[in-house]
């Protein structure tokens, strides 16, 4: 399927597509029962019409898939975000070629930042991990205050403001390229580890539901 596929830098010319990847973005964050920042129709387009965003598409122009580039600190840092496939492409390869190509328009246009990304999803992490991206801490991700208000619509805010912003249900992941792996070395130690990620992170999602939960019960009956 995915050999028919055209996955390129998004222009002013597919801002039509806009409202489907939303929607789309929506519907997927809450059939996974965690969130995405939630983006305006508004604000896919004006990322496709400033180049800032790789679409996937059928030489029929079915929408297949998308991402866009934000930047924050004073473009020390670049995300890839927003990826979405539509359903009827999902595992067939496409949001690889989608993540390699949002990847070195980053690289094209801030060869400087560091690329990194938040994700609830082992597959995510594989298709960084064949990047070269590596799993950090949240306090080597920038600080700009911009960026964490945009998780104000994830549905786990409140627990990653409980956390002081230093954790909460998602994985960071980083690529400086200033000091980095080969993608081969992180793709391989992912292959090696994937096993033991996949367990940290139900553990870790499950342990935070918990305490969480525990934490607005005790502020709930005992409040300060």
């Not at 129709?41 to 998308?66: C, L, Q, T």
């Not at 060869?111 to 994700?119: D, N, S, V, W």
């Not at 786990?156 to 980083?174: E, G, H, P, Q, V």
Request: aromatic residues 12%.
């Amino acid at each position: 399927m995915e050999q028919s596929i055209i996955v390129r830098v998004a222009n002013s010319n597919d801002t039509h597509y806009a409202n489907t990847i939303t929607d789309e973005m929506e519907s997927s964050a809450k059939a996974r029962g965690t969130g995405i920042a939630k983006r305006s129709p508004e604000y896919v387009s004006m990322k496709m019409e400033e180049g800032k965003a790789v679409i996937a598409v059928e030489p029929d122009g079915r929408w297949v898939g998308f991402c866009y580039i934000e930047v924050w600190g004073h473009e020390q840092f670049v995300a890839n975000s927003g990826l979405i496939v539509a359903p009827a492409y999902r595992k067939s390869g496409v949001a690889k070629q989608i993540k390699q190509t949002i990847f070195n328009l980053s690289r094209k246009k801030y060869p400087q930042a560091k690329i990194f990304g938040l994700t609830t999803g082992l597959a995510v992490m594989k298709i960084n991990s064949d990047l070269g991206y590596e799993p950090v801490t949240y306090s080597e991700l920038t600080d700009d205050q911009e960026f964490w208000a945009g998780c104000k619509s994830c549905v786990n805010f409140d627990i990653l403001m409980s956390k002081d912003r230093k954790n909460c249900m998602c994985t960071a992941m980083l690529y400086d390229p200033a000091d980095h792996f080969e993608p081969a070395e992180t793709s391989e130690e992912f292959h090696q580890n994937s096993k033991l990620y996949e367990r940290f992170m139900k553990i870790k999602q499950s342990k935070m539901l918990q305490w969480f939960r525990k934490r607005t019960l005790i502020n709930y009956f005992f409040p300060i």
